[in-house]
């Protein structure tokens, strides 16, 4: 268990220095938004219909920018190998590296979610903790999957491109129930068609969460 | 004791390893010599359980198979990369390593490893700012961090300047001294022989010799290796 | 699949083909009743829906070839889990130009994003990206490895997709096997026309495994030249 926080600690500190990862992230999301901005600039009436998707699209974008760092460090020095011969589950590392995407990539929401409410000019504060909560599982869903197809990734020629080949066709059903999660947060008057998209979400995250946990040793091993 | 029999490793077309049969007693000190791509970096990762072999079995006693994670705890692996975090600094990175491998990882602890491979006064400095000599430096600090029973070297006197040479000769002395075991692929002739109890050669993939160190001179030794790697 | 059965039992299934697909073909163009609001447009269907029942088969036994390889770690596994995306992806092409063509006199669009037609296409996503990852490791045993990997991931998502875009409005008409809405005097036309795309199916499997094989079989004399 603090192998896990080890791991996720150490990312974090890595990037609070270089900031590589968090600001391309961030970079990209906004320029995501900004051109959504244009895209849409005729439809004032119902942008905040066209929202939800446009936010989830700037989170899926950076968030796979994340994801391809993710290893980058780890592979630099080999420092991987050293990871996979600490004697612990080698779940661990996913669990660890998992919980460092899943935070820079919340970090990165909330500020392209902040330019976005200004972009938009939108007013949300009564629905912020549904939000947050939508924003919290469809991350985790998308880090579960994400870290390991990370890791397969990392080791290929193709290594950027592969990844958004093989992450995007998978992550969809989060996605899309993610877009309509806050859909129904911001347009709809009747939170209990929430229940729908949340299962979903959940019931992703969980499965690809331990599918990926026990896959993910099988994956580094050559 | 490890036992190692018809092992093989195949990359598609290519085998690196086949049918090499191989025992290592405890406290066996072997230098594994061999042309490059003889397959002995490849022999080094499948004993450290990061790559599987194709075919063949791999015993660590007491385990009866592959490398577990509780076998892992007892083999300190030093590879061709550092496995150092470039942007930590050196006793961040050694103190990351020492939470994961369940060692003590108090500064003081750490620091005292750190003086052990000369680097003591560094402790600050990122590894990016380090020389090659010095990371290797670091790096022997990091894979032995556990106190290993078994160690696997793979050319661990990359870089390291003569005095660095001598201190890790002095610290294989002592790892033989305190009877641990060890395999090292070396391509310097001459200290594969000096550090050994065991000679081993490997060629296109399988043992082509496997002596012990009393049956010849050094000269003799030479002769034989230049003949067999030719 | 031993290798002395292997040319024998094709050319058994090759038969069969060579018999069976002129009777399906004259079963679902002219033997079958014309439909009364579609007229002949609605034979269409006799290729649609056996093309989307082998393609769904496929992708399935991709699924258990890719677990069992995974357990196993045998190569066996690996080609009958390639040679089964492969056809998947044949077939729900298939599935995927007959729809439309269906669809634009039918519906007047080519495309629409219903449910059904959504997952189609998502599925044919997930198996094209399970066949670039093969292209991107030369190592076999690493490839098969992921790409058994990422086949587990593919085919646990697919109920996920489809439940996630359940609530959208479906035009598309709902399969009439499990309503019974299909006439009786269409079955026989359909069920000629299932047999014979399975068959097809196993007949083309039969042929990529072997095809597999012989590389497999390649690699290992290639290797054994090497050694000697």
Request: charged share 20%; net charge positive.
């Amino acid at each position: 268990m603090y192998k896990i926080w080890a791991i996720f600690r150490k990312d974090l500190i890595i990037e609070f220095r270089t900031k590589d990862s968090l600001t391309s992230m961030l970079f990209f999301g906004i320029v995501v938004l900004v051109i959504f901005n244009f895209a849409l600039g005729s439809l004032h009436e119902t942008i905040r219909s066209a929202v939800p998707g446009v936010l989830w699209v700037a989170f899926t974008f950076s968030g796979t920018l994340g994801l391809n760092r993710l290893f980058a460090a780890e592979k630099e020095n080999g420092c991987l190998q050293g990871l996979l011969m600490i004697p612990a589950d080698r779940g661990a590392i996913y669990l660890g590296k998992m919980l460092a995407s899943f935070i820079f990539m919340l970090i990165a929401e909330a500020v392209i979610f902040i330019i976005g409410l200004v972009l938009f000019n939108l007013t949300v504060w009564a629905e912020i903790p549904y939000l947050l909560l939508v924003f919290v599982i469809g991350t985790l869903g998308f880090s579960a999957v994400g870290t390991l197809l990370s890791a397969i990734a990392v080791n290929t020629r193709l290594r950027e491109v592969l990844l958004p080949l093989m992450l995007f066709p998978v992550i969809l059903p989060i996605l899309i129930s993610a877009v309509e999660a806050t859909d129904i947060i911001l347009n709809a008057a009747d939170y209990r068609a929430l229940k729908l998209p949340l299962t979903i979400m959940t019931a992703f995250t969980i499965l690809f969460g331990t599918i990926s946990c026990l896959l993910f040793e099988r994956v580094l091993e050559e | 004791m490890i036992e190692v029999r018809n092992l093989a490793k195949h990359f598609g077309r290519f085998s690196a390893l086949r049918n090499l049969n191989l025992t290592v007693s405890d406290g066996d000190f072997i230098s594994l010599f061999g042309k490059n791509g003889a397959g002995k970096t490849t022999l080094l990762r499948i004993l450290a359980g990061l790559s599987r072999p194709s075919s063949g079995e791999l015993y660590i006693k007491p385990s009866r198979q592959a490398p577990s994670r509780f076998i892992r705890g007892r083999i300190g692996y030093l590879s061709h990369d550092t496995s150092l975090y470039m942007d930590l600094t050196a006793l961040e990175n050694l103190r990351f390593y020492a939470r994961l491998m369940d060692v003590p990882a108090n500064a003081p602890a750490l620091s005292e490893r750190m003086k052990q491979v000369g680097l003591s006064g560094r402790e600050r400095d990122p590894v990016r700012s380090f020389s090659r000599g010095m990371q290797q430096r670091l790096a022997i600090a990091r894979a032995f961090l556990h106190d290993p029973d078994i160690l696997l070297l793979d050319e661990p006197f990359t870089g390291l300047d003569s005095s660095g040479g001598d201190f890790f000769k002095d610290y294989l002395a002592s790892a033989r001294a305190g009877g641990k075991t060890c395999i090292m692929a070396i391509h310097d002739f001459r200290l594969g022989y000096e550090i050994a109890d065991r000679l081993v050669v490997i060629n296109g993939g399988t043992i082509a010799l496997d002596i012990p160190k009393s049956s010849l001179n050094y000269e003799q030794f030479h002769e034989k290796l230049k003949h067999l790697l030719a | 699949m031993s290798e002395k059965s292997q040319p024998r039992m094709d050319i058994v299934l090759g038969l069969i083909l060579f018999v069976g697909m002129p009777v399906a073909l004259y079963m679902a163009l002219i033997g079958a009743p014309t439909e009364k609001t579609m007229g002949d447009l609605q034979r269409i269907f006799y290729f649609h829906v056996p093309a989307a029942i082998t393609g769904l088969t496929a992708f399935a036994l991709n699924f258990v070839a890719s677990l069992m390889y995974l357990l196993r770690k045998n190569r066996w596994w690996d080609s009958l889990a390639l040679g089964s995306a492969e056809l998947g992806i044949l077939f729900f092409g298939m599935v995927l130009i007959t729809g439309p063509i269906w669809a634009k006199p039918v519906w007047l669009v080519w495309w629409t994003w219903s449910p059904r037609l959504t997952a189609s296409f998502i599925l044919c996503l997930l198996y094209a990206a399970y066949l670039l990852i093969r292209k991107s490791f030369e190592d076999p045993d690493r490839k098969a490895v992921i790409a058994a990997v990422f086949g587990v991931i593919a085919f646990i998502d697919a109920p996920l997709v489809w439940f996630s875009i359940r609530w959208w409005r479906d035009i598309h008409p709902s399969p009439m096997l499990e309503t019974g809405g299909l006439a009786p005097s269409m079955r026989p036309a359909l069920g000629i026309c299932v047999a014979a795309f399975l068959i097809l199916f196993l007949y083309l499997l039969r042929r990529r495994f072997y095809l597999e094989t012989m590389r497999n079989k390649v690699e290992w004399m290639m290797r054994r030249i090497d050694e000697v």
